[in-house]
């Protein structure tokens, strides 16, 4: 092998350590939160588009990067759709899928193998960082401030929602929105109620007045999320 292909060997290996190195502080972000794709998944996903683009500009000397890194794009977001799930009305994973397809891009900025790209991955990656980690700290106190319990009612199979309601209505309690699960025990009915609540201390007195009512199985409050 001459000594230009060795060359040309070396710096596709430092491409591919650049892309671990920034892709795994992405990853490790994740993995920290305890997120389904972590550390491996990000890792892999960037060096794959690394490699993807190394391979479309090696091409030829005048070939186009963008037609593989088309397919790149539209290609991963069936792979961020995996790390979404739906709970009820809850959605979960959207920042996930979101940082996986950030760290392709920032595989395929580094395949362009030059230095002015290897700045602009890092910059990126540090931009991306930044929002998973400072980001969070002020959604959490927005969504802290608009959180409203959940009460979850157990019915008779038959029964309706109609004396349910009448008891939020008699304590003041306006009601939300509320959804039907799946109940673990036979011919009942479990509903999610999402409520807002004028007096806290009225949450005893409603779980009282619903367990005296004969088709309510069971009754208990969750903080909502």
Known sequence: MSEVSWREVGHVALQLLIAIGLSALIGWERELRGRPAGIRTHVLLCLGATLMMILSRSFSPLGDPGR???????????????????????VRGLTTAASLWAVVAIGMTVGMGTLEYYIIALVGTLAIYGVLTLLRIPEERIHQQHRHPLLWVTLEARAKLDSVFAVLSHHNVELLSFRQEFPEMPHT???????????????????????MLHEVRAAHWEEGG
Do not use: K, N, P
């Open 68 to 90: 593989i890194a088309a397919q790149i794009v539209s290609g991963v977001g069936f792979i961020g759709a995996g790390t979404i799930l739906r709970q009820g009305s809850v």
């Open 189 to 211: 009915r479990v509903y999610a109620l999402e409520v807002q609540l004028h007096e806290t201390s009225a949450r005893e007195a409603i779980l009282q007045d619903l367990l």
